[in-house]
């Protein structure tokens, strides 16, 4: 079983940033891809970026240039740094584990959201 424990979400005015944080418990894999995810209200689940244990990585078009993903595979632990918040980037942020085989998992989520 795999736990995953997201922080970092709140309030932020538009241009402003926010870090959130991802640790994975449990039975890990050492290979694997981390990732975020959101969804606002309304809509469905998207992919915002992942990340592979061997570093590689994927973004949504939308958040290029603005979000950066990053992990720390000592800490089984994965980041987004989202800077240049946008009023569209608000919605509730998952973090999502995928090992080789087996079940994905997702954490609770975290609200972002980007208000004046």
């Known amino acids: 079983q795999v736990q995953l424990v997201e922080s970092g979400g709140g309030l932020v005015q538009p241009g402003g940033s926010l870090r959130l944080s991802c640790a994975a418990s449990?039975?890990?894999?050492?290979?694997?891809?981390m990732g975020w995810y959101r969804q606002a209200p309304g809509k469905q689940r998207e992919l915002v970026a992942t990340i592979t244990s061997g570093g590689s990585t994927n973004y949504r078009d939308s958040v290029k240039g603005r979000f950066t993903i990053s992990r720390d595979n000592a800490k089984n632990t994965v980041y987004l740094q989202m800077n240049s918040l946008e009023p569209e980037d608000t919605a509730v942020y998952y973090c999502?584990?995928?090992?080789?085989?087996?079940?994905?998992?997702w954490g609770q989520g975290t609200q972002v959201t980007v208000s004046s």
């Open positions: 449990g039975s890990i894999s050492t290979i694997n891809t």
């Open positions: 999502k584990y995928t090992p080789p085989w087996g079940s994905v998992h």
